[in-house]
C-alpha cells in the first residue's frame, strides 16, 4: 500500500511537470528533464520517509494499519466429544396388526362389530352358518348314549364272566370313539365362532353377510395401537455398530414431531435379496397419532469419539497437497497464516474431525479465512475455541 502511494504521486509529479514544459522534443532536452524528474522523486520519496518515521512516532499504530495485515478472528483446537450420525428410512409396525380368517367354511350367519370398534379379548365378532355340524354332533350325542348303554351291560356281564373279551373291548371301542368324534365336532363347531384373538379395533371388514367364507379366506383386521414399534432395515456395511439399547432419534415427517427412543433388537441374519439387517426401536405413548405402516425417519449413531480434534468444516480447503486449514505462525507480535495440511474423517453437523495434522493448543484461523494465503501477516482480533 506505501509502495503504490508513492507511485501514484511520482506519477502526479511527472504529469505535472510534463504540463508545465515548453513541449520540446529533442534527445538533450529529454535527458535534462529526465534527470530533473529523477532528482524530484528522491526528494519527494525522502520527504514522504521523514514523514512516517514522524508519524509512528506519534501513532505507533499507524505503520500496522498502513501494511498488507488482514484482520482475523482464530479459534483454538480442543479436544471434545463428536459424534457422527446416519439417517435411514424406518417404519410403524405393531405387534398385534391381524388379518383375522377361519378354519371353518361356510355362509357367514352374523357380523357383530363394525369398522372402528373397539374390541376386547375373545369377543364373539362374527359366526359362520354351521348347521350341518350342528346335525352331526346330535346324530353322535345319539348314537353314543347307545353306545354307553351297550359298554354298561357288557361290562357287567364281562364281570360275571359271561360273553367273550372281544365283546367286552368292542363295545368299549365303540364307546370311546364316539366320544372322540363327539368332542372333534364341538371343537370344530367352535370355530364357526369368529373371535378376538387380542383386545384392539377394528380396523377393516372387507366381508358382508351371507357371504361365503372359505378356510384361510380373510374376514376382518384388528389392530392393537398400544403395542407398536418402529421396524428399519439398516446395510450391512454398518455391522457392528449399533446395539441394543442404544439411542435414536425419530422424526415423524407427517406431524413434523420429533422423539428419542432406543434400540430394542437387533438381527443377526443379513436378508439375502437387498444385503441389509433389521433392527427394532422402541416406540413408547405418545401424545400424537401414529398408525401402522407410517413413515419415520431415524437418526443413528455410528461413530463416536469423547476426545475428537474438531473444526468447522467450512475452514477446510483443498490445495494440490491435499486438504489443509489455515494456522497461525510466529509470536503474538508479529503473527502471520500458514497453511497446516490435515487428515479428515467424519463431517457432520457442520463439523469435520481432523485424524491428523492438529494437536490440542493449535491457533487457527476463523473469521477472515478466505482473505489470507500462506504467509501474510494477520492481526488477530478474537480468540475462541473451534468447536
Given at each position: ?78 479436544p471434545t466429544e463428536f459424534e457422527h450420525k446416519i439417517e ?261 453437523n457442520s463439523q469435520t474431525e481432523i485424524t491428523d495434522g ?30
Amino acid at each position: 500500500m506505501k509502495t503504490f502511494n508513492k507511485f501514484i504521486m511520482l506519477i502526479s509529479l511527472t504529469a505535472l511537470l510534463f504540463g508545465c514544459s515548453d513541449g520540446g522534443d529533442n534527445l538533450e532536452t529529454k535527458t535534462t528533464k529526465l534527470a530533473d524528474l529523477r532528482s524530484q522523486a528522491r526528494k519527494i520519496e525522502h520527504d514522504i520517509k521523514q514523514l512516517e518515521s514522524e508519524i509512528v512516532k506519534l501513532d505507533p499504530e499507524y505503520d500496522k494499519n498502513s501494511n498488507n495485515i488482514i484482520l482475523v478472528s482464530t479459534a483454538s483446537i480442543e479436544p471434545t466429544e463428536f459424534e457422527h450420525k446416519i439417517e435411514i428410512r424406518g417404519t410403524v409396525e405393531s405387534r398385534n396388526n391381524v388379518v383375522v380368517s377361519t378354519e371353518f367354511g361356510g355362509r357367514i350367519e352374523t357380523i357383530s362389530i363394525r369398522e372402528g370398534q373397539n374390541v376386547s379379548k375373545g369377543q364373539v365378532l362374527m359366526t359362520i352358518d354351521a348347521e350341518v355340524t350342528r346335525n352331526t354332533i346330535a346324530e353322535i350325542e345319539t348314537s353314543l348314549e347307545l353306545a354307553q348303554i351297550i359298554f354298561e351291560r357288557q361290562s357287567k356281564l364281562w364281570e360275571q364272566k359271561i360273553g367273550t373279551e372281544i365283546q367286552f373291548l368292542e363295545a368299549r371301542n365303540r364307546k370311546e370313539s364316539l366320544e372322540r368324534s363327539l368332542a372333534t365336532s364341538k371343537s370344530r363347531l367352535a370355530l364357526s365362532v369368529v373371535r378376538a384373538p387380542f383386545a384392539g379395533s377394528i380396523d377393516e371388514i372387507p366381508v358382508r353377510i351371507g357371504e361365503m367364507a372359505t378356510p384361510g379366506m380373510p374376514l376382518l383386521r384388528i389392530v392393537n395401537p398400544n403395542d407398536m414399534y418402529i421396524q428399519a432395515d439398516i446395510s450391512e456395511i454398518h455391522i457392528g455398530r449399533f446395539k441394543e439399547g442404544q439411542h435414536v432419534d425419530i422424526h415423524f415427517p407427517s406431524q413434523n414431531k420429533n422423539l428419542v427412543s432406543k434400540i430394542t433388537a437387533v438381527s443377526q441374519v443379513i436378508n439375502r435379496e437387498n444385503r441389509t439387517f433389521s433392527m427394532e426401536i422402541e416406540l413408547r405413548a405418545v401424545d400424537f397419532t401414529i398408525k401402522p405402516n407410517q413413515v419415520t425417519i431415524l437418526k443413528l449413531t455410528d461413530y463416536m469419539n469423547d476426545e475428537a480434534i474438531v473444526v468447522p468444516t467450512r475452514l477446510i480447503q483443498r490445495d494440490d497437497e491435499g486438504t489443509f486449514v489455515f494456522g497461525i505462525d510466529g509470536n503474538s507480535s508479529n503473527p502471520s497464516a500458514s497453511k497446516i495440511h490435515v487428515i479428515t474423517g467424519f463431517s457432520y453437523n457442520s463439523q469435520t474431525e481432523i485424524t491428523d495434522g492438529l494437536v490440542d493448543g493449535d491457533l487457527i484461523v476463523n473469521e477472515g479465512f478466505r482473505d489470507v494465503s500462506q504467509g501474510v501477516e494477520v492481526q488477530i482480533a478474537t480468540v475462541s475455541t473451534a468447536n
